[in-house]
């Protein structure tokens, strides 16, 4: 009996080493698989880590293209567009140069003529005082050529004249200020001197036209010193201004005749007391030259006014505007002049620009 026992203890201490054999087996089994899945989690978590940083790369990269595709684009609108303005340049001082020579001819010609004339003017008077019965031939000559007329209308002719190539005289003295190719450096220059001649070279769109009234320039010219500038690129940068604010009139009209057309009669006569104008003012301040253009046309809304310095931003048709001039302007009085340019605007009411530039440039 007590054999039994003993026999029996044994078999059941040789199972529970077995069982407990088993045991640490799985045991340790359990502990490899455990370390396997935390290899497997932390591999898992290095991957998405690594994941993110080469997205952050990608999405820093792609920043950077935009940015140069930017710049890129900027600097081939400038390249464009400074092309455009030296070929334009070399064209207005080519022609101003030409016309310069004859137009001086004339104009200084016109003085001697005027006193030739009147003189004799005076001998002729002077023959019929002490002729008064001239043959039948000269009377009948008197006669046909209507002396008495040719004698008023000489003088009146001569003035005009005078006039006429006095103008022509401005408007080649205008184009040769405006063009300023022999000014690619900075000079002491007058500003008004520029805006002048930059309107001048507007005239035609200022003039009343087909369907357009005439457009009113007030100048409000403060008492400037000689400015040290880039005077070839400020006019640049007034004419785009300047057009900028008649294209805004223009379609100011355009939408006042528009929509008079869709309310009104056929037959009711159009009557608009619309006044387009343009006021430029100049003044000195704190040696800061400031020019300030503004017009009462159809004005920028909020949201289109962030982006009117972008290159090729335009709300202008096809054809019409390319979006360039603001951006150009912008350029020339920020980089180049180390300025500021700012633009206010009333939807409805107008819209302003301000131009200031340093009086002296460094
Ligand atoms: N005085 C203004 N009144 C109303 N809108 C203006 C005025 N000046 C500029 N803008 C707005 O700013 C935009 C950009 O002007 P910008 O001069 O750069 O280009 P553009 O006139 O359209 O074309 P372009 O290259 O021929 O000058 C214009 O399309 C217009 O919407
Ligand atoms: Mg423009």
Redesign the pocket.
Known sequence: MQLDYEQRIKELEKANRILQKKLDRSESLRIALEETNEKKEALFLKVIDELRESQRILEEQSRDLEETLKKLRAMQSKLVESEKMSALGVLVAGIAHEINNPVNFIYGNINYVTQYASEILELLKCYQETYPNPSLHIADKIKKIDLDFIKKDFVQVLNSMEIGSQRISEIVRSLRTFSRLDEAAVKKVDIHEGIDSTLMILQNRLKPRLNYPEITVIKEYGNLPRVACYAGKLNQVLI??I???I??LE?KIDDTQQSHYQTAELDTPQTSNFAPTIKITTELINNWISIKVS?N????DEK?IQQ??NPF????PVG????????I?YQIIVETHQGQLE?K?IPGIG?E?IIMIPEQQL
């Open positions: 785009n201004i057009s900028n604010a294209d805004a379609q017009d046309g159809i004005g920028i289109t009117i310095f931003f335009t709300t202008k019409k505007g390319t979006g360039l001039g603001l951006s302007s633009c605007s819209t620009f």
